[in-house]
């Protein structure tokens, strides 16, 4: 085996120079320890590094998880806070269903709202620094990601639930409502004059004179001639002429069975045909036909058949 000389000099020049020989085995093994002493270091050193990264990341993530935090707990109050707006409105909406007689397709559950935001408190997301106090890797941390995502969605689609079911009780108590009014618009439930009711409706004595009873199919209501004479409800105009006794009379189809009668006026303001409204003027009052003095003679007859027209009145004149 070769040997390698190694001269060593000194400084000083009066001592005579040293050698020292090593074997290439000696070289390679002195050359292995000082390499295998650089990896050491560097990885040493590279941990620190890394430690000191991750830090830094970590710090940097519980950073945005703080942003992302507060975002979440200003989420999770408002999110609260519609629900008992809506809870609100379903006690209205019961209410307003009442009158309407509108009854839901469904009733939504309001409770599984909490059992749906609880997710987002479990496993220390609510910690401030949660990605310092956790051990976690990114796939941990994608999976909790998902987990929340996955629950405020589940939340929003709750709440868009409620708003939808909302939505479609309201336009069905709209619609309920609309066919009420048309139904009650449709009901001559109004006196057709400011008067006084002078004659009653049932049998009577003649005003003609003599010991007769007769029937009286409505009421007389008395008030000076031309004073407006308006329908008592909405329908389309069945008659408007002279007839014997009724002298000149309005008759109103109330499209429900219910016929309106308004005899002895002096001059009428509708054709047969029209379309009437309530409060709508349609006549004058007057003294014609069979009559003892200026009134309008009202009667209410359902199915051909006279019944008592103050059972209808709701309000004691006309508006």
Request: glycine share 6%; proline share 4%.
């Amino acid at each position: 085996m070769q040997k390698v000389e190694i001269i060593l000099l000194p400084f000083a020049t009066k001592h005579l120079p040293r050698y020292l020989k090593l074997s290439k085995a000696t070289i390679f093994a002195i050359f292995f320890s000082f390499l295998s002493m650089l990896v050491l270091i560097a990885y040493l050193l590279l941990g620190q590094v890394t430690q000191v990264y991750h830090k830094w990341v970590y710090a940097g993530l519980n950073q945005e998880h703080r942003v992302l935090l507060e975002k979440l707990i200003n989420v999770k109050e408002k999110i609260i806070q519609a629900d008992k707006i809506l809870s609100g409105k379903d006690q209205t909406l019961q209410d307003i269903s009442l009158i309407t007689e509108t009854k839901p397709t469904k009733q939504p559950n309001s409770s599984v709202l909490n059992q749906a935001i609880a997710p987002w408190d479990e496993k220390g997301f609510t910690s401030l620094d949660y990605f310092v106090t956790r051990e976690f890797t990114l796939e941990g941390i994608e999976k909790s990601a998902l987990s929340k995502a996955n629950a405020i969605w589940d939340v929003i689609s709750r709440l868009e639930d409620r708003i939808d079911f909302h939505d479609k009780w309201v336009s069905k108590c709209y619609k309920d409502m609309e066919n009420k009014f048309s139904t009650w618009a449709k009901i001559p439930s109004v006196l057709p004059t400011n008067g006084i009711i002078t004659c009653g409706y049932g049998a009577r004595r003649s005003p003609f004179g003599g010991p007769l009873i007769e029937v009286h199919h409505g009421v007389d209501i008395a008030g000076p001639i031309g004073f407006p004479i308006k329908a008592t409800a909405n329908g389309v105009v069945l008659f408007a002429q002279w007839m014997s006794g009724y002298g000149n009379l309005v008759i109103i189809d109330h499209e429900n069975g219910l016929y309106s009668y308004y005899g002895h006026c002096s001059l009428l303001k509708v054709v047969e045909g029209q379309k009437v409204k309530r409060y709508q003027t349609i006549a004058l009052l007057g003294n014609t036909g069979r009559s003892t003095g200026p009134h309008v003679h009202f009667e209410v007859r359902e199915f051909d058949k006279s019944v008592d027209p103050l059972n209808f009145i709701d309000v004691e004149e006309v508006q």
